[in-house]
Nanobody
């Protein structure tokens, strides 16, 4: 069982940066691949980024490639999403999720077993 708690969201202007954190409970954090997804009002949840259990493999949606960076610190049971050059279309609730390690880099929500409650990111123009 893994419990995930996101933090770091907020209201920023276009071009600003934010760093999201997702703290995981339990001692098996390093057994999980981790992902970030987002959901804007009236839209389906979409993949943002994912990272393998050891951080060796990362994956990004085309819409964030070059602007967002995913990382993890297994000693701190935390995964991060550094978001730079934010755009109004990045506005959404951002969720972190945990998947069995063999789903490394997966962009499919159904591969993820555990989800956080989400943190709101709002980017004004």
């Amino acid at each position: 069982q893994v419990q995930l708690v996101e933090s770091g969201g907020g209201l920023v202007q276009a071009g600003d940066s934010l760093k999201l954190s997702c703290a995981a409970s339990g001692r098996t954090f390093s057994s999980y691949a981790m992902g970030w997804f987002r959901q804007a009002p009236g839209k389906e949840r979409e993949f943002v980024s994912a990272i393998s259990w050891n951080g060796g493999t990362t994956n990004y949606a085309d819409s964030v490639k070059g602007r967002f960076t995913i990382s993890r610190d297994n000693a701190k049971n935390t995964v991060y999403l550094q978001m730079n050059s934010l755009k109004p279309e990045d506005t959404a609730v951002y969720y972190c999720a945990a998947a069995p390690k063999y789903y490394s880099g997966s962009s499919f929500p159904n591969d993820y077993s555990y989800w956080g409650q989400g943190t709101q990111v709002t980017v004004s123009s």
